[in-house]
């Protein structure tokens, strides 16, 4: 039986989360992606809190007027500058499951530019 699109992505997903893995000193910056929204979170998994998060639904970002790609792009620079004001520098890009192309790519790249090393 084959796998569905999203069966696919979970494997993968979990086959990343066996190594990367979020700690105090270094959290795990993990990204969701839906057909419309991203949302980006820094994940401290020894104790299971969120120190910052940012999404395409923030105020700021949803008024933009831009396509999802830059839209991508500001919300890794919101959750950067958020992890940085809870005093993180560097992260663990865990892209969940996603391909590191697009959306996620242009993410991960405005997390960059807003500061954060990985």
Do not use: C, W
Not at 55 to 67: G, L, P, V, Y
């Amino acid at each position: 039986m084959a796998l569905t699109k999203n069966q696919r992505r979970i494997r993968i997903k979990n086959r990343i989360r066996k190594i990367v893995s979020g700690t105090e000193a270094r959290p795990r910056l993990t990204v969701f992606r839906s057909n419309k929204e991203i949302y980006a979170q820094v994940v401290d998994d020894n104790t299971g809190n969120t120190i910052a998060a940012a999404s395409s639904r923030d105020k700021e970002i949803k008024t933009a007027k831009a396509n999802k790609t830059e839209v991508a792009a500001l919300v890794g620079k919101a959750v950067a500058e958020k992890a940085l004001k809870a005093g993180v520098e560097t992260i663990a890009f865990d892209r969940g499951g996603y391909l590191y192309h697009g959306r996620v790519k242009s993410l991960a790249e405005g997390a960059r530019e807003g500061g954060l090393k990985f």
